[in-house]
């Protein structure tokens, strides 16, 4: 297999790294022995290249990478995103205050806000952690807040967490979009 990933992408300071040990003991098989390539901010089809055993110098018009051959993006940088990681989708939960929370990333220039609506209703602002870390998001991507918001409950509910992505769209062939919802059945 072969895989392209863009050289402004390691050499523009971010923490592109060729790893060989993890936690000072050699790699593993199964974390990409002999050598993982890791370049955050990019989807992990062009830059988390484990087993990796050669590297070569071209362009993109030059070299035909695996997954580029498919219809995905050549450079694939990831999109401004977030996740609802409670409560679960379809799951049931008890009447009263029921937490949102979640966890939402921006490559290079992070998360200053986040927004939760209820049912269709007004966006409201849910509290975000007030730690900002590089290496917090999707796949270690970087520029990450984790976010929750409490909403009493009464009756089934869809919670969304919005970004400014617009209108949803899958992620061939280069990264979802839209507001994730979450529909929870509420007892009482």
């Known amino acids: 297999m072969t895989i392209g990933t863009p050289v402004s992408a390691v050499t523009d300071g971010r923490a592109a790294m060729l790893a060989i040990a993890m936690n000072g003991e050699p790699l593993l098989p199964e974390h990409g022995f002999p050598v993982r390539m890791i370049v955050p901010g990019l989807y992990g089809y062009v830059s988390a290249t484990k087993w990796l055993v050669d590297l070569e110098l071209s362009t993109f018009d030059a070299f035909d990478p695996y997954w580029v051959r498919r219809g995905w993006e050549q450079e694939a940088p990831i999109k401004t995103s977030s996740r609802i990681d409670t409560p679960k989708p379809l799951s ?28 269709g209703g007004a966006w409201q602002k849910a509290t ?14 970087g520029n990450g807040r984790l976010g929750g918001f409490a909403h009493p409950a009464g009756t089934s509910h869809r919670r969304e967490r919005g970004h400014p992505a617009g209108e949803a769209d899958g992620p061939f062939p280069n990264g979802s979009t839209g ?5 929870v059945t509420v007892e009482g």
């Open 92 to 119: 049931t939960a008890k009447a009263g205050k029921i937490m949102v929370a979640g966890v939402a990333w921006a490559q290079h220039r992070g998360i200053s806000g986040v927004e939760v609506r209820v049912d």
């Open 128 to 141: 975000l952690s007030t730690s900002v870390t590089p290496i917090c998001g999707a796949n270690g991507s």
């Open 179 to 183: 507001w994730q919802s979450v529909l």
